[in-house]
């Protein structure tokens, strides 16, 4: 190879095109897809919607604490929407009380709160790229996403972490939560390998599963994470991709969806 070059600037340039190349197939992997058919007469502007990276992983295996590292080092906004539900739970909110009683069982909350919940977040953000941490956490979420946000997300990151890890770092966590004790943490577990999974399953058919080992220090996962989000950064930061001007264009939705 090194003789196919004659001086370093054309080596240079050499591994410029293959880098461009790169970068290309990498914009195509992850050029969000669009579920409804786009409108007679929509703007193309109107079709532009923000870059989503869903995060999940059992309860406590690192998602949280990921989502801050990943959202200050790569410029994204974290929703986490247990925190929506939180706050919302802790608001005057109709939703409240019910709301408190589905964590304390660690059962779902139902998907139009939640997504009405997501879509405000995005909204209201002067942001085009976000994580979305913890959601969705059930086969009738993810529908209700993309049937209300008009999108698939971009890719899921998925941190793989052993069930006795987790139940130790939640039963550590020590934030006040109504969910983080022993017989809440153990329902959770259930519903998590019963309704979420099979909803990583699915984005891993589709290819865009990217599973990370949440085991061992935070910062040593936070290595394993770092590439897959280096590796946006020409997407991300392109004049050219995918995300011109891209705020608080979601697609219009139905009427009984629009607030
Ligand atoms: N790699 C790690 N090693 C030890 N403790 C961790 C690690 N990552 C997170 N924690 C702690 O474990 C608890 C659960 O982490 P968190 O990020 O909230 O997980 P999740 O959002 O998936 O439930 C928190 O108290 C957090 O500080
Ligand atoms: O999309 C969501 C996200 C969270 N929750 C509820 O909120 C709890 C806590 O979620 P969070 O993501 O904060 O927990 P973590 O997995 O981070 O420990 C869950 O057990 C559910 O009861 C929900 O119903 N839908
Ligand atoms: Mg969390």
């Not at 996403?145 to 971009?154: F, L, T, V």
């Not at 039963?171 to 099979?198: C, F, M, Q, S, W």
């Amino acid at each position: 190879m090194w003789r196919r070059f004659t001086s370093l600037p054309l080596f240079f340039s050499h591994l410029q095109q293959v880098r461009r190349a790169d970068e290309l197939k990498i914009c195509q992997a992850f050029c969000t897809e669009i579920v409804k058919p786009p409108v007679e007469g929509e703007s193309n502007s109107r079709r532009n919607i923000p870059f989503v990276a869903f995060v999940l992983g059992g309860p406590g295996s690192g998602k949280g604490t990921q989502c801050l590292k990943i959202a200050e080092t790569f410029g994204f906004d974290h929703i986490g929407a247990g925190d929506l539900l939180r706050k919302e739970m802790h608001s005057d909110s109709e939703n409240g009380a019910m709301i408190q009683k589905l964590m304390k069982e660690g059962s779902i909350a139902p998907s139009e709160v939640t997504v009405k919940l997501i879509k405000k977040a995005i909204e209201s953000a002067e942001n085009c790229k976000f994580l979305i941490d913890g959601f969705p956490r059930s086969e009738e979420n993810r529908v209700a996403y993309e049937r209300i946000i008009g999108a698939e997300p971009n890719f899921v990151l998925f941190f793989d972490c052993p069930e006795e890890v987790m139940v130790k770092r939640v039963l550590n966590r020590n934030e006040g939560r109504v969910d983080d004790n022993e017989h809440t943490v153990k329902e959770r577990l259930k519903v998590y390998k019963a309704i979420t999974l099979p909803v990583a399953n699915h984005y891993a058919k589709k290819g865009k599963l990217y599973k990370v080992d949440g085991t061992g220090t935070q910062e040593e996962i936070f290595e394993r994470v770092r590439p897959i989000f280096a590796s946006l950064r020409y997407i991300l930061c392109s004049p050219a991709a995918m995300l011109p001007s891209c705020r608080h264009k979601l697609i219009p939705t139905e009427a009984s969806d629009s607030n």
